[in-house]
C-alpha cells in the first residue's frame, strides 16, 4: 500500500528545535518530488517546503532560514528539521508526495495523516 | 509569489445541487492548478489535476475547468458525502500556493 506516516510532532518551547519525519512505504522517495504543508489550528493549507529528486529544496519565505527538508534514501524517509521555532508555527504537519508535475511542482497525490507541532511556553 | 483566491468562502447547498467554487491566480498559470477536499480531521484529498484531470477513484461528480488565471470546481449533483471543505493549489511555481478554502455546508 501506498503511504506516509508521518511522527515527530509535539510540545515545543519558543526558540526551540524539532524534527519531524515522514516515512513512505509502496513507492521510493528520492525518485518524486516530496513537500510539507501545514495547517494552522482551524486556518488554511501552507505550502512550507519541497525537495526535488534531484535533492534541490525550496522554502516558504515564513520558515527559510529556520527550517531543512532532508531525506533519507536508505530509510525512505523524508525529514523536516524545524529550528528557532516560533507561536506561529504552530500547526499540523503533513508530508506528501508530489506528482503529475508541472513547471516547478506538482499536485500532491499522496497525504499523511499530519502530525501536530505547538509551539508555546 | 503567486496569489490565489477562491470564492466564495462558504457556500449552502441542498442535496442534489449542482456547485461551482471558483478560484483566481494573481498571474497565469497555464493548466497547472489541483484541487483538494479536506473533511475535518482529516488530511486533503486530491481531485483534480492539471485545472481537468479527475484523479483516479474520484467520482465523476466533480469536474474541474479554465486556464490561465481563472478555474472552477463543479460538483454536478451535490451528495452527503461532498460537504467538506475545498482548496485550490497553483503548482505552476515551487511554492505550491493555496486558497484560502470554501466550505460547502448543508442548507
Known amino acids: 500500500e501506498v503511504q506516509l506516516v508521518e511522527s515527530g510532532g509535539g510540545l515545543i518551547q519558543p526558540g526551540g528545535s524539532l524534527r519531524l519525519s515522514c516515512a513512505a512505504s509502496g513507492f521510493i522517495v528520492s525518485t518524486n518530488y516530496m513537500s510539507w504543508v501545514r495547517q494552522a489550528p482551524g486556518k488554511g493549507l501552507e505550502w512550507v517546503s519541497l525537495?526535488?529528486?534531484?535533492?534541490?529544496?525550496y522554502y516558504a519565505d515564513s520558515v527559510k532560514g529556520r527550517f531543512t527538508i532532508s531525506r533519507d534514501n536508505s530509510k525512505n524517509t523524508l525529514y523536516l528539521q524545524m529550528n528557532s521555532l516560533r507561536a506561529e508555527d504552530t500547526a499540523v504537519y503533513y508530508c506528501?508526495?508530489?506528482?503529475?508535475?508541472?513547471?516547478?511542482?506538482?499536485?500532491?497525490?499522496?497525504w499523511g495523516q499530519g502530525t501536530m507541532v505547538t509551539v508555546s511556553s | 509569489d503567486i496569489q490565489m483566491t477562491q470564492s466564495p468562502s462558504t457556500l449552502s447547498a441542498f442535496v442534489g445541487d449542482r456547485v461551482t467554487i471558483t478560484c483566481r491566480a494573481s498571474?497565469?498559470?497555464?493548466?497547472?492548478l489541483a484541487w483538494y477536499q479536506q473533511k475535518p480531521g482529516k488530511a486533503p484529498k486530491l481531485l483534480i489535476y492539471k485545472a481537468s484531470s479527475l484523479e483516479s477513484g474520484v467520482p465523476s461528480r466533480f469536474s474541474g475547468s479554465g486556464s490561465g488565471t481563472e478555474f472552477t470546481l463543479t460538483i454536478s449533483s451535490l451528495q452527503p458525502d461532498d460537504f467538506a471543505t475545498y482548496y485550490c493549489?497553483?503548482?505552476?511555481?515551487?511554492?505550491?500556493?493555496f486558497g484560502q478554502g470554501t466550505k460547502v455546508e448543508i442548507k
Open positions: 493549489q497553483q503548482y505552476n511555481s515551487y511554492s505550491g500556493t
Open positions: 498571474q497565469s498559470i497555464s493548466s497547472w
Open positions: 506528501t508526495r508530489e506528482r503529475y508535475s508541472g513547471p516547478q511542482g506538482g499536485a500532491s497525490d499522496i
Open positions: 525537495i526535488y529528486s534531484d535533492g534541490s529544496t
